[in-house]
């Protein structure tokens, strides 16, 4: 069986990120069927977007996760990152939108240190990345509730 794999972009001066539709097979995951799907539309991303910097200020100050070793600290940096996102109906029937962040922001030390920007490829595939601290990571954004969860940060190895 073979799904559609559209995937809308979007960007304007605060953002730029990858939609992906209800139909996307993201390989590898255990996410949730394409039956409990739904594609996030233009206008729920703004109003996740324009809750998240004030969230993240409230509650990601002072996370370990975030320093000299681990990566940047996210909510001074928000507007470096990529996102992609992908709409799915929880067990309680509430329509969540997953959010992954791509670290784009790197700097010449950074690229000395063995790290390298992002290829374009998140635009078309959904990412899945292990470690690299505070450069990636995701959250889920109840839309109905207006209210964030499972804040993830990557670890380090």
Known sequence: MSYSQEIELIENRKYEGAIFS?????????????EKRFTPT??????LENRLSKYL????KNKPKENKHYGPKIHKNLNKYVRQYIGFIDQFGQR??????IWNGYSLMESIRGWTKPDDSWKTEWQIIFDGGSRYWNINYIIEKE???????NGVA
């Open 96 to 101: 969540v939108i997953h959010v992954n962040f």
């Open 57 to 60: 200020r409230e509650t990601n």
């Open 42 to 47: 233009k206008l729920e991303i703004e109003e």
């Open 22 to 34: 209800k139909n996307y097979n993201i390989p590898y995951s255990k996410s949730p069927t394409i």
């Open 147 to 153: 209210k964030f969860i499972d804040l993830n940060v």
